[in-house]
């Protein structure tokens, strides 16, 4: 089985920074694109960034110049660094990984969440 376990939410002031972490875990045999997208109260998930097994990035514009996605192969896991918080990047944040198991075909797979505050 293979699972997705989110870590590094929690509360932060305006202005401050949070690193999300990812890992990956099970019976995998390969892992394409990571990412990271996010739900707030009341709104539809959305987009954060992605980031495809050959290093391909793409950001919502909300987050250019801000949010960093990467990812370590070695390891089965992606980041999103997050700079310069806004009270409005405060939501739920998902990381998602299309995966190819031993046992299983290719499947988008979530994570089950992390809050991140942003507040002073």
């Known amino acids: 089985q293979v699972q997705l376990v989110e870590s590094g939410g929690g509360l932060v002031q305006p202005g401050g920074s949070l690193r999300l972490s990812c890992a990956a875990s099970g019976s995998i045999f390969s892992i394409n694109t990571m990412g990271w997208y996010r739900q707030a109260p009341g709104k539809a998930r959305e987009l954060v960034a992605t980031?495809?097994?050959?290093?391909?990035?793409k950001y919502a514009d909300y987050g250019k110049g801000r949010f960093t996605i990467s990812r370590d192969g070695a390891k089965n896991t992606v980041y999103l660094q997050m700079n310069s918080l806004m009270p409005e990047d405060t939501a739920v944040y998902y990381c998602?990984?299309?995966?190819?198991?031993?046992?299983?075909?290719?499947?988008?797979?979530w994570g089950q969440g992390t809050q991140v505050t942003v507040s002073s």
């Open positions: 998602n990984a299309e995966i190819r198991g031993y046992w299983s075909a290719r499947a988008v797979y």
């Open positions: 980031i495809t097994k050959g290093g391909s990035r």
